[in-house]
């Protein structure tokens, strides 16, 4: 299976706007990050860092993908990665926005 963190796909999500998973998405922690699963379409997607997963973890919680990274303390040089990362992510409807508090 494709790794869902892609290397050269530029950022295109903005990082004020709320994430959440999808209503069809769950989210198993695992010892290399996490597995994705999509109940509608049957598809699986890895994520394989602990950070990325906290970052879901935190923004579906309702907080930004900015103060979900501030929180967990995601430095300058990561945060390009985690939000190409959750772009990816995106694009796939495994997240979904999130309605406003």
């Known amino acids: ?3 869902v963190v892609p290397t050269t796909m530029p950022a295109t999500m903005p990082a004020p706007t709320r994430w959440r998973l999808a209503d069809t998405v769950t989210m198993r922690t695992e010892p290399f990050g996490a597995l994705l699963y999509d109940h509608r379409t049957r598809r699986l997607a890895f994520i ?3 950070v990325l997963r ?3 973890e935190t923004m579906d919680s309702g907080r930004s993908a900015e103060h979900a990274m501030a ?3 995601v430095d ?3 945060s390009p990665r985690m939000l190409t990362a959750l772009a990816a992510l995106t694009r796939r409807d ?3 926005p999130a309605a406003a508090p």
Do not use: F, H, N, T
């Open 1 to 3: 299976m494709p790794a």
């Open 76 to 78: 300058a040089d990561q």
């Open 48 to 50: 394989r860092s602990a």
């Open 54 to 56: 906290r970052l879901i």
């Open 94 to 96: 495994l997240l979904v």
């Open 71 to 73: 929180e967990l303390g």
